[in-house]
T-cell receptor, first 115, second 112 residues
Framework: GAGVSQSPRYKVAKRGQDVALRCDPI?????LFWYQQALGQGPEFLTY????????KSGLPSDRFFAERPEGSVSTLKIQRTQQEDSAVYLC?????????????FGPGTRLTVL | DQQVKQNSPSLSVQEGRISILNCDYT??????FLWYKKYPAEGPTFLIS?????DKNEDGRFTVFLNKSAKHLSLHIVPSQPGDSAVYFC???????????FGSGTKLNVKP
């Protein structure tokens, strides 16, 4: 069956450019998470959705970061006016229910490089 | 502040031997702990988990041990196989919160 997919897989942006990263979770999954993984580090929580509701956005590093999941399925992470420190792999994960001990299924990530 | 720490960036083990990966945490409110495995260019995949009410959970070759008083967990892989070579992340969460905290990972190399 289809897993979590993310697009694009690689993105190179010039400093100041806006980018949009897409996540297609497993069909029917209620919970969706975004993480930022810097080189040599573990994933860091950015935000959490339960269906279309964004219940936690405490990990978003600045107001340049915005995430949405308008219909409770596909999600987009948008970064405005990208900076070099935004360079990282952005991981999306989904889980079947709203239970926080559910297994999270991760996508392959989008590697963002800001020049 | 890093609430979950993996102090060994890498570990090399001979095939057939035991691999022991360690993880420490600082938040005593964490209730649930997980290990993920990650191959290059792929997302992490769930391996094994343990609730804070237990001190051991076993699944085939993989066993996770939790020492709450020391705020320490470890993953044992016995016997290690070359296909186990990957980066292993530990993660922790507090019940009723959906924010997972990950360590920085340990790269395991199992030599044939």
């Amino acid at each position: 069956g289809a897993g979590v997919s993310q697009s694009p897989r690689y993105k190179v942006a010039k400093r100041g450019q806006d980018v949009a990263l897409r996540c297609d979770p497993i069909s029917g999954h209620v919970s969706l998470f975004w993480y930022q993984q810097a080189l040599g580090q573990g994933p860091e929580f950015l935000t959490y959705f339960q269906n279309e509701a964004q219940l936690d956005k405490s990990g978003l590093p600045s107001d340049r970061f915005f995430a949405e999941r308008p219909e409770g399925s596909v999600s987009t992470l948008k970064i405005q006016r990208t900076q070099q420190e935004d360079s990282a792999v952005y991981l999306c994960a989904s889980s079947p229910t709203d239970g926080n001990t559910d297994t999270q299924y991760f996508g392959p990530g989008t590697r963002l490089t800001v020049l | 502040d890093q609430q979950v720490k993996q102090n060994s960036p890498s570990l090399s083990v001979q095939e057939g031997r035991i691999s022991i990966l360690n993880c420490d945490y600082t938040n005593s409110m964490f209730d649930y702990f997980l290990w993920y495995k990650k191959y290059p260019a792929e997302g992490p995949t769930f391996l094994i988990s343990i609730s804070s009410i237990k001190d051991k959970n076993e699944d085939g070759r993989f066993t996770v041990f939790l020492n709450k008083s020391a705020k320490h967990l470890s993953l044992h892989i016995v016997p290690s196989q070359p296909g186990d070579s990957a980066v292993y992340f530990c993660a922790a969460i507090q019940y009723n919160f959906n924010k997972f905290y990950f360590g920085s990972g340990t790269k395991l190399n199992v030599k044939p």
